[in-house]
């Protein structure tokens, strides 16, 4: 792992000054007083320890009527300063030495190394209004808070290149992190002095050795305990380094409730500020910093607590408003569509059925029934290249991913220049995986907008036929931003409140893509099985543990009749992966805990035979925040357990849950849910209308149908007539 290079805004000028006498008395080795501190890598080296003599300061000469009027004022301020108590030359050097003027107005920090100067510079503030100072008895903290800013980069930078591998922070060296950045704070290091750009430098490296919810706590640890968040946004420089985004990406990690949440407000304003140092990045030939300040606003602008697990999102209400930013950016259109595209030659066309290249995806396996689909009248191969598997898998944005593009699109680092990360070697590496499986194929059938898709889509030949499915997940993601929309023919999508948000999308982007609705395929006939009468009275979750999932929602359902029963089949509850995942589960937790409810559910783990616990359900619920079709919802009313369907709220707005299901599916609020349980779980009614919502569930979504609608729009001119 190599450090990247310098991103501070640029060099500080710290203007020393002290009185000759008290200069002389407390033995520094400089003279009427001025000293400038350059700011070396973000941190300035340690006042009182540098220094070196300068020319003792004069006032200007003056003769004739000036020298009078000169005589006056001199006289005039000797006596403002013998009766403020401090030497009447110093005042009078302050006030009238036009190099002095031009120092104080040039500095972007003023020192007092003395009481006399504290008194002196409090008789004429207009020298230096605007400009921070830091007075005599602060002197000492403000040389402690630098040699702390300093020693805190260098640790940071220690720490995270000291991970080859992600593994666990030790206590003792966050500890040291956090003692460093105390001490910074406690000296009350003036804003224009922090080192904003070695400390987004070095924080940017935390969730690629860390993961992203460690990397959060620990970047909170070090910024806030710099001081204030108010005060250290009085440095020009916070947001433009990124430092203001990789807070923000942080505090969405780690808040454990919506309303600690900061608004779209401050995330908009750290967005932005990113975006604009990006640019000017860019614009100064610094496209490695420009990337990482991309990268940094990539991360809020996408990130899952602000869209794949909340109740609205302001990429779905406002899609081209929220986007505009983004693609305003020089930077992001440069790393998208600028450079050259790289020119792979495709095979020779062999006679013969058509071969279909299937990109699995990272995110689920939704694509075995199309494959099946498609080997009726195509020759298919299914990949996910192992070697590359873990870097296409990760789903954050980071720098590397971005400097590899840059690499691929041929506007990245040269060769010869400085690659810290890798990209030059990652790019070949994708490449010689991905090219020659690209070079034989007739058309690639892509399952998700993920890092594969970015990929192939920048890679795949002329000619050869591409075709990107998106899921609800994957729309809300960067990866759609970074596919190459001029080498897509078709974009598939399984709803309409979908294909209504994808439209949106590329609108934004300008892209003009094809976009059609497909059902998902699903072997319905397979869950057709016989129920006993106790499924009557029991609800149904399929892959019921996570967060968006919404459990608490069905349980909430469970506890307004005591003689329901609930079975959730799929994986349990993980660790979460933000501080909203983490109490989120526990609530869940602590309500299983209860035997009022937990006594009435029963657990199915991971399974892949689905049809025969789908006997025991009689009521298959969805109570998901975001869904785009709900593939076990279907399944499970395929099987003849009624639907109650909760109106999706994410896309609620773009038709929801009523856009697919007939009406009386479809309930709003948990009251209408308890009232349709009731009404169909009751002996009399059961019966009727678990075998409705069976011959709808099929009528529906027709796999025959839904089959064929794959081959003509995978295969489109290649179809066999």
Not at 112 to 128: F, I, K, W
Not at 654 to 675: M, Q, S
Request: glycine share 8%; with cysteine; net charge neutral.
């Amino acid at each position: 792992m190599g450090r990247t290079s310098r991103q501070d805004a640029g060099e500080r000028t710290v203007l020393l000054l002290a009185s000759r006498a008290s200069a002389f008395r407390s033995g520094l080795p400089w003279q009427d007083a001025k000293l400038t501190v350059r700011l070396r890598g973000g941190c300035p080296e340690p006042v009182g320890d540098v220094g070196y003599p300068v020319r003792e300061l004069r006032p200007a000469p003056a003769g004739g009527r000036a020298a009078l009027r000169a005589t006056v004022v001199r006289a005039a301020a000797a006596v403002t300063a013998r009766r403020a108590g401090l030497d009447p030359d110093w005042l009078w050097t302050l006030k009238r030495d036009r190099t002095l003027h031009r120092m104080l107005r040039g500095a972007d920090l003023v020192v007092s190394l003395d009481e006399d100067t504290d008194r002196a510079l409090g008789l004429v503030p207009e020298l230096y209004e605007g400009t921070p100072l830091v007075p005599y008895a602060e002197h000492p903290r403000l040389r402690e808070g630098a040699r702390a800013l300093a020693d805190l980069v260098s640790e940071l930078w220690e720490f995270v290149t000291a991970r080859p591998e992600r593994r666990p922070a030790e206590e003792a060296e966050v500890a040291s992190l956090r003692a460093l950045a105390r001490r910074a704070g406690a000296a009350g290091v003036p804003p224009v002095l922090l080192p904003t750009g070695d400390l987004a430098d070095a924080l940017r490296w935390l969730p690629s050795v860390l993961g992203p919810l460690e990397a959060a706590h620990l970047v909170l640890t070090v910024v806030d305990a710099l001081g204030p968040w108010a005060r250290l946004r009085e440095s020009p420089e916070v947001g433009t380094t990124g430092l203001a985004a990789l807070r923000a990406n942080a505090l969405l990690w780690v808040v454990e409730h919506d309303a600690q949440a900061p608004d779209d407000a401050e995330l908009a304003e750290a967005v932005q500020a990113a975006l604009t140092g990006a640019d000017r990045a860019l614009a100064d030939g610094d496209r490695l910093g420009a990337r990482h300040r991309l990268a940094d606003a990539l991360g809020v602008t996408f990130h899952r607590e602000r869209h794949a697990e909340t109740l609205s999102s302001p990429l779905v209400e406002d899609t081209a408003d929220f986007l505009r930013p983004l693609w305003s950016s020089a930077t992001m259109r440069e790393l998208v569509g600028g450079g050259s595209r790289p020119v792979v030659t495709p095979g020779k066309r062999g006679g013969g059925r058509p071969r279909v290249l299937v990109l699995g995806g990272a995110y689920g396996t939704f694509h075995p029934p199309v494959v099946a689909a498609l080997s009726e009248v195509a020759s298919v191969q299914v990949r996910g290249p192992r070697q590359i598997a873990r870097f296409l898998g990760q789903r954050l944005p980071d720098p590397q991913v971005l400097e590899a593009l840059a690499v691929l699109r041929g506007c990245g680092p040269a060769a010869d220049e400085p690659d810290p990360w890798g990209a030059h070697a990652l790019d070949k590496e994708i490449r010689d995986a991905l090219v020659p499986r690209l070079r034989r194929t007739d058309a690639v059938f892509s399952d998700w907008a993920d890092r594969l898709t970015v990929w192939a889509s920048h890679l795949v030949p002329r000619g050869v036929r591409f075709v990107i499915r998106i899921h609800s997940l994957d729309a809300l993601d960067p990866w759609f931003h970074l596919v190459d929309w001029t080498a897509v023919d078709q974009v598939l999508v399984v709803s309409e409140p979908l294909r209504s948000l994808v439209v949106r999308l590329l609108g934004a982007i300008g892209a003009e893509v094809p976009v059609d609705v497909v059902d998902n395929l699903a072997a319905l006939a397979e869950v057709d099985r016989p129920k006993g009468e106790e499924a009557r009275t029991t609800l149904g979750m399929i892959g019921w543990g996570r967060r968006v999932k919404d459990p608490l929602w069905a349980l909430d359902l469970l506890a307004r009749e005591p003689s329901w029963r609930m079975v959730f089949i799929g994986a349990d509850l993980g660790h979460g992966f933000s501080g909203r995942s983490v109490t989120y589960n526990d609530e869940v937790r602590r309500r299983l805990l209860d035997p009022a409810i937990g006594d009435r559910v029963e657990f199915v783990g991971w399974t892949d035979d689905i049809a025969r616990h789908l006997r025991r359900v009689g009521v298959i619920l969805s109570t998901s925040r975001r869904e785009s079709w709900h593939l076990g919802l279907v399944e499970g009313a395929a099987s003849g357990a009624v639907p109650v369907v909760r109106q999706w709220p994410l896309l609620a707005s773009l038709g929801g849950a009523r856009a697919l299901f007939p009406p009386d599916w479809v309930v709003t609020d948990l009251a209408e849910a308890e009232a349709r349980v009731r009404a169909v779980t009751d002996p009399a009614a059961w019966e009727d209308a678990r075998r409705r919502a069976q011959v709808e569930a099929v009528g529906l979504f027709d796999p025959a149908r839904a089959a064929e609608r794959y081959r003509e729009l995978i295969l489109g001119p290649l179809l066999p007539g």
